[in-house]
């Protein structure tokens, strides 16, 4: 199943909604849960090795890459960086800007996304590793294939517009027409949602549109109980990812996210500022706090309260 739309359409789609859908598959929603156990055909076997294997090695928490890939350009435009902590109960999810301006192993400074079109898989991890500070886990890669047809599958993602959205863009295919309010979106509606840019904040407001509608797609998944549309669900997924994470992997964070409200789930953006270099547009990251930022971000995540008004602890 392929969208009907024009190649500078896919490359918006495959920037913004892939990254989204896998990170909801990560915080694990219902859809993946239930997937294992409906479509046999989308599992590998398991292997007498992973039932004696502790998933994960038996690490208390894991940090996950996902990448949204552009099939046409090869860039990933889509980066996030989840740590999923299994004692905490949480899921910190770090957005990096597409124009993050980093050093690309075996190549030279550029914009992030371009790490995987120059050097593959390993490149495009090694050069998150050295930009953040940090060791990544896992890697999930995600494709553009699907993405309208499976919110509507799930019936539409009811989500608060913050503002009327118009913006139109013939050559790119681009036509964005959204009226401020609460609304149901369907497949379409909700692409023109995380589309869009065309405000002061331009790129970082979509990202925290992205962020808003991850929230709204998870909750959405963890209400959805029509049984006969999760092998469709399930193939949709299935056919547009690849993950280096074994089937116990994945049933074990299918477990995990099984009871894992939306509410559980922080994000946040790597800190920076956007900045012209050379005719060029970067976001540069603030030196001082790029190696703490997810440490900031699970410091700062306000967890929900109890009914008796105190925090929940992890």
Not at 89 to 103: F, G, K, M
Not at 173 to 192: C, N, P, S, T, V
Not at 296 to 309: C, K
């Amino acid at each position: 199943m392929s969208f009907e739309t024009t190649a500078g359409a896919r490359v918006w789609l495959s920037r913004v909604l892939w990254g989204l859908l896998s990170l909801a598959v990560i915080a694990g929603s219902a859809i993946l849960g239930a997937l294992l156990g409906y479509n046999q055909e989308a599992s590998k076997p398991v292997t007498v090795q992973e039932l004696v294997t502790p998933a994960f090695e038996g690490m208390p928490r894991v940090r996950i890459l996902v990448l949204g890939v552009d099939q046409e350009s090869g860039n990933t435009d889509t980066i996030i960086v989840a740590t999923v902590d299994f004692e905490k109960r949480a899921v910190y999810a770090l957005s990096i800007p597409r124009d993050t301006r980093a050093e690309i192993p075996g190549h030279r400074t550029f914009k992030v996304n371009a790490a995987y079109a120059w050097g593959g898989l390993e490149t495009a991890k090694q050069t998150v590793q050295n930009l953040l500070g940090i060791s990544i886990d896992r890697v999930i890669l995600v494709r553009l294939e699907g993405f309208k047809r499976i919110v509507d599958l799930l019936g539409g993602v009811e989500i608060d517009v913050e503002k009327d959205m118009h913006y139109v863009d013939r050559k790119q295919g681009l036509y964005i027409h959204l009226k401020k309010g609460y609304r149901l979106l369907d497949g379409e509606k909700a692409a023109q949602y995380v589309r869009f840019r065309h405000d002061p904040l331009g790129d970082l407001g979509r990202i925290q549109r992205q962020q808003k509608f991850l929230k709204a797609l998870a909750t959405k998944m963890f209400q959805w109980q029509e049984i006969d549309k999760l092998p469709e669900i399930t193939r949709q997924i299935m056919e547009q990812i690849e993950t280096d994470m074994t089937t116990r992997e994945v049933l074990h964070l299918a477990r995990f996210g099984k009871d894992l409200p939306p509410e559980r789930i922080f994000m946040g953006v790597l800190p920076g500022q956007p900045q012209n270099i050379d005719g060029l547009s970067y976001y540069i990251p603030d030196e001082t706090r790029v190696t703490h930022a997810l440490d900031e971000l699970e410091q700062n995540a306000q967890y929900p309260t109890t009914s008796e008004g105190g925090n929940q602890t992890p």
